[in-house]
Nanobody, 116 residues
Framework: QVQLVESGGGLVQAGGSLRLSCAASESIFSIRVMGWYRQTPGKQRELVATLASGAVPNYADSVKGRFTISRDNAKNTVYLQMSSLRPEDTASYYC??????????WGKGTLVTVSS
């Protein structure tokens, strides 16, 4: 059972930046897909960015050019660098991984609030 803990959320003004971190409880070296999703009350959880092994990152159109997903295998951590934040980016952000065996895990989320 892999545990994921997100951090880095908070309150930021529009135009600002935040970096989210997702620390895994074990090595992420063999993890097939890592990603970030977000959700606001009353809406479905939506993809923000994913990073599959050996592939280029995939981003939602709404965040392309502003967000960057990356991973540090040595620290078992996935990051989401968010820049030029907008009020509509306000949401709870969740980390998700899919292991080489196809098992899926989610973190409990971190709240990002962007004020106008």
């Amino acid at each position: 059972q892999v545990q994921l803990v997100e951090s880095g959320g908070g309150l930021v003004q529009a135009g600002g930046s935040l970096r989210l971190s997702c620390a895994a409880s074990e090595s992420i070296f063999s993890i097939r897909v890592m990603g970030w999703y977000r959700q606001t009350p009353g809406k479905q959880r939506e993809l923000v960015a994913t990073l599959a092994s050996g592939a280029v990152p995939n981003y939602a159109d709404s965040v392309k050019g502003r967000f960057t997903i990356s991973r540090d295998n040595a620290k078992n951590t996935v990051y989401l660098q968010m820049s030029s934040l907008r009020p509509e980016d306000t949401a709870s952000y969740y980390c998700r991984i899919v292991t080489a065996y196809g098992a899926e895990y989610w973190g409990k989320g971190t709240l990002v609030t962007v004020s106008s």
